[in-house]
């Protein structure tokens, strides 16, 4: 699982070290199926504050091969990461559960 995080200015720098992990840990046991993930952190009204902190994913799957996206937003980043890492989870479970459920249907006609 190929893993890159960009950050927009004004970001702190320990955030980026925390998605890694929040998604490693969150995604780590699809591994074989993730292809690549791409974490967008960005400070959308910059130092005025406010529910701002926005966190966008794209998970690349492949098997089955798709492209899921996940966007969140909070006051917190970290907030936001750790919704958005959970999220990714539940989604991709889904798809790989869907995925084995189709394959054992085929397999019983």
């Known amino acids: 699982m190929r893993i ?6 004004g970001l702190s720098p320990a955030l980026a ?5 929040r998604f490693e840990f969150a995604l780590g046991r699809f591994g074989a199926r993730v292809r690549s993930l791409t974490v967008h952190l ?3 009204n910059g130092p005025r504050g406010g529910v701002d902190k926005h966190c966008l994913v ?3 799957l ?17 907030v936001a990461i750790g ?4 999220r990714g989870a539940r989604v991709v479970a889904r798809a790989v559960r869907t995925l084995t459920t189709w394959r054992h249907v085929e397999r019983a006609y």
């Open 58 to 60: 794209a998970i690349r």
């Open 62 to 78: 492949t098997s089955p091969r798709r492209l899921i996206v996940i966007e969140d937003t909070d006051a917190e980043a970290e």
């Open 42 to 44: 960005a400070d959308l």
């Open 17 to 21: 070290p925390l998605a890694r992990r």
């Open 83 to 86: 919704r958005a890492a959970d």
């Open 4 to 9: 890159l995080i960009r950050m927009a200015a």
